[in-house]
């Protein structure tokens, strides 16, 4: 009961930064559509991955990039492509922008993330790829 307790507190929390990064993508002049992608990626990085073993606070997100797209976002979520791993980055990249902006993040936590998904993207693409398909020496393949 206390583990959900904690994760409904956060979350609680977490919309707080969604309606902040919201208004931030509006102000940028982005389509409803692209908020739309922007906004579903984000929440689901920081209400399901950053909550699955203890709720973790947004800036811990900052760390954990590199577990969460070179490997539960390939084996976990049936629609993970190469595309929507970069897109995805994309949209977690845009939300740590817009929380340095507003000085929920320091400027190490941002520079972190975006170094480790700069370093990494091409090599978590490359495991979708191999993961998804099925003729390829795949390493990950249960089939």
Same mark, same amino acid.
């Given at each position: 009961?206390?583990?959900?307790?904690?994760?409904?507190?956060?979350?609680?929390?977490?919309?707080?930064?969604?309606?902040?990064?919201?208004?931030?993508?509006?102000?940028?002049?982005?389509?409803?559509?692209?908020?739309?992608?922007?906004?579903?990626?984000?929440?689901?990085?920081?209400?399901?991955?950053?909550?699955?073993?203890?709720?973790?606070?947004?800036?811990? *997100?900052?760390?954990?990039?590199? *577990?969460?797209? *070179?490997?539960?976002?390939?084996?976990?979520?049936?629609?993970? =492509?190469?595309?929507?791993?970069?897109? =995805?980055?994309?949209?977690?990249?845009?939300?740590?922008?817009?929380?340095?902006?507003?000085?929920?993040?320091?400027?190490?936590?941002?520079?972190?993330?975006?170094?480790?998904?700069?370093?990494?993207?091409?090599?978590?693409?490359? =495991?979708?790829?191999?993961?998804?398909?099925?003729?390829?020496?795949?390493?990950?393949?249960?089939?």
């Amino acid at each position: 009961m206390e583990y959900e307790e904690a994760c409904e507190r956060r979350i609680e929390e977490n919309e707080h930064y969604l309606d902040l990064f919201e208004s931030f993508l509006a102000e940028k002049g982005l389509s409803k559509k692209t908020i739309q992608n922007h906004m579903q990626n984000t929440e689901f990085y920081i209400n399901s991955y950053l909550l699955r073993y203890e709720p973790e606070p947004i800036k811990e *997100g900052c760390y954990m990039i590199a *577990g969460f797209l *070179g490997d539960y976002f390939i084996r976990k979520c049936m629609w993970s =492509t190469p595309g929507n791993i970069k897109s =995805t980055a994309a949209s977690i990249k845009k939300f740590y922008s817009c929380m340095f902006d507003n000085e929920i993040i320091d400027k190490n936590d941002y520079e972190t993330l975006c170094e480790s998904i700069k370093e990494n993207i091409e090599e978590w693409q490359e =495991t979708c790829r191999q993961y998804d398909d099925p003729d390829d020496e795949n390493p990950f393949a249960f089939f």
